[in-house]
């Protein structure tokens, strides 16, 4: 049998034909599925990172230069040496400062990876409260900064569930409440 069916080019058969239009359906096929698996693979990036916490990517960017915007303070920089549950550790060019995550507006020098909650050591699980414990048992007189902007200049004496207890002055003691407390810079 010579010749062949409309659409045919010359010199193939019809089996190379059909052969050649399953192999294009099957590129399209493949195009078609990686289209919609990075679109998928997309969704589910997005989706995850909404599961990215500021204290996760700042455990990340530990060691890193960083500038952090506090409310009430301002600009804090310094080189981040340690994150925990709800604070950070910047140790300045003059002094360092514990800042109530709380209080953090914005980060400047964050790397772009994060380190998941469950990878966090047993000390980074500690919360403000056992920062600011450490403070007062080292008895170092520091400045307590508020959201307000108002300050404290005192020495941490004891910390409750939810304050901090501050001798300032003569004898005079006042109690700060977590909420309200936006960073302990000390006083060396």
């Not at 052969?19 to 099957?26: C, G, I, P, W």
């Not at 002055?169 to 407390?181: D, I, W």
């Amino acid at each position: 049998m010579t010749g062949g069916w409309a659409g045919q080019a010359p010199g193939m058969s019809w089996e190379e034909d059909v052969f050649a239009l399953l192999d294009d359906l099957e590129q399209q096929a493949e195009a078609a599925y990686a289209a919609e698996r990075d679109a998928e693979l997309a969704d589910r990036s997005r989706a995850a990172y909404r599961e990215v916490t500021l204290a996760s990517r700042l455990m990340a960017s530990a060691g890193e230069e960083v500038l952090l915007d506090v409310t009430g303070v301002g600009p804090v920089g310094g080189v981040l040496e340690r994150v925990g549950d709800g604070w950070c550790l910047v140790a300045g060019p003059a002094q360092d400062w514990v800042v109530h995550l709380a209080a953090v507006g914005s980060v400047a020098g964050a790397v772009e990876r994060s380190v998941p909650e469950v990878a966090w050591s047993p000390v980074a699980r500690l919360g403000l409260g056992s920062a600011l414990r450490r403070i007062a048992d080292a008895g170092e007189r520091c400045v307590l900064h508020l959201v307000d902007g108002s300050t404290y200049d005192g020495t941490p004496r004891r910390i409750g569930a939810d304050f901090v207890e501050v001798a300032v002055g003569e004898g005079r003691l006042v109690l700060v409440t977590f909420a309200s407390l936006a960073a302990v810079q000390s006083r060396e």
